[in-house]
């Protein structure tokens, strides 16, 4: 079996590397792997801080991800050697003001009722946990089972590894679908080259649907999320978990690195692929970043950058096949995508090697959003 994959961002990359696994012939298609979305974001794997009502089968998935995350790091910095920076300290999440905290509290009974752990912290309690947070906290909650990984470390991970089972990287932007008898049997890339495979998948993120000769309903609907984050760094510890914070319904959050690093993020704007970092985002999530830990503005600033999140119109992952036999999409991670990643990897690959695919993959097939889609 001979696979063609556009788009190397950690969807592609996690994809590329399962799918040789499992005895394929893979050849990855990126300009430039991992210069989208991946390089900028944070890297919490937190399918519990980050659930909201009516998403119970994102919750599903998330969960069923994060469960794989300690077997899927473990198996790939043993291959290659390489540290992802993975963390499974918890994720806190704290309330400003007490609007925030009903808001949190209207949360945890929410997590309660689908038996999710969380404990409920009182501001003291916060404080115990991390000392920096700001005297006038009212308190949070604790989601023990969450952590975060490093994604610039993870995705050259992913890349060494799918690399040593012999995927193939192209370095050149796919330019075009090549379809003969309604079938896709491969991609052109801008220099003309055309790349011949049994199946390609669309994985280039918010660009999913930038290729020529796409049919109508084979378009993912995947449109880009800007967010801006800002990148320091702490001599001495500062925060000792990724921490959320909701200040006058505003969120932010500060995800630390075993390295010092600490990720400050992030803005969520709908401005097409504008990537241009602004004084107002910078100053908004800094003024509330300050509220929540006011030590934060002695820290050595070292990064501002800008990401486009891949997002569906229902803001959950598209996976699987579409209209045109031959072509898979596997997009529309949104702000899950990191998370997301050893799940997706193990469906994509499982569609493309006609594996059995697992259950929670059900809800976020293509076809859900046109009715003349595969599903
Ligand atoms: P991308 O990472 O965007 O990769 C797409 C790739 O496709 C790029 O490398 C690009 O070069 C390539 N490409 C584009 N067009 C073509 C073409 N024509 N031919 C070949 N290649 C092409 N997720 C989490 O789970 N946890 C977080 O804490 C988190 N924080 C985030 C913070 C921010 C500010 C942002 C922006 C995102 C965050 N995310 C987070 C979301 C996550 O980054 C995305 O969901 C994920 O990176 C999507 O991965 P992807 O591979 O689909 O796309």
């Known amino acids: ?201 669309l994985a280039a993120g918010s660009w999913s649907g930038d290729l020529a000769g796409l049919p109508p309903g084979t378009v993912p609907p995947v449109r880009p999320v800007k967010g801006q984050v800002i990148r320091l760094r702490a001599r001495t510890p500062f925060v000792g978990r990724s921490t959320r914070g909701l200040v006058k319904g505003s969120s932010v959050y500060l995800v630390p690195r075993l390295d010092g690093e600490i990720v400050v993020g992030a803005t969520q704007e709908e401005l097409g692929f504008d990537t241009r970092v602004t004084a107002g985002g910078l100053w908004e999530l800094l003024r509330d970043a300050r509220e929540l830990l006011p030590g934060v503005t002695e820290l050595e600033f070292t990064e501002v950058s800008a990401g486009l999140r891949p997002g569906s119109p229902d803001n959950a992952p598209v996976m699987g096949p579409s209209a045109l036999p031959g072509l898979f999409v596997g997009t529309g991670h949104f702000r899950n995508g990191i998370l997301l990643a050893p799940v997706s990897a193990d469906i994509l690959s499982a569609m493309l090697l006609d594996g059995p695919v697992p259950e929670v993959a059900g809800p976020f097939t293509p076809g859900r959003f046109s009715p003349e889609v595969h599903s």
């Open 1 to 201: 079996m001979e696979i063609v994959i556009v788009g190397a961002g950690v969807i592609g990359l996690a994809t590329a590397w399962r799918t040789a696994a499992g005895g394929a012939t893979v050849t990855l298609v990126d300009p430039e792997p991992a210069s989208g979305a991946t390089a900028v974001a944070a890297g919490m794997l937190t399918p519990v801080s980050e659930l909201t009502y009516g998403e119970e089968p994102l919750l599903r998935l998330g969960l069923a991800s994060r469960d794989r995350y300690g077997a899927f790091v473990a198996e790939l910095e043993e291959l290659t050697g390489l540290d992802t920076g993975h963390r499974t300290d918890g994720i806190i999440e704290v309330a400003f003001d007490a609007d925030d905290l009903r808001y949190l509290d209207d949360l945890r009974r929410f997590q309660d009722s689908l038996g999710i752990p969380t404990e409920a912290l009182t501001g003291r309690e916060c404080r115990r946990l991390e000392p920096m947070l700001a005297p006038g906290v009212r308190g949070g909650l604790l989601a023990p089972e969450d952590g975060s990984i490093d994604p610039r470390r993870l995705a050259p991970a992913l890349l060494a590894a799918a690399e040593r089972l012999g995927v193939r990287v192209v370095r050149r932007r796919a330019a075009e679908i090549v379809i003969e008898r309604d079938t896709a049997v491969g991609v052109r890339l801008d220099d003309g080259t055309e790349i011949r495979a049994d199946r390609v998948l």
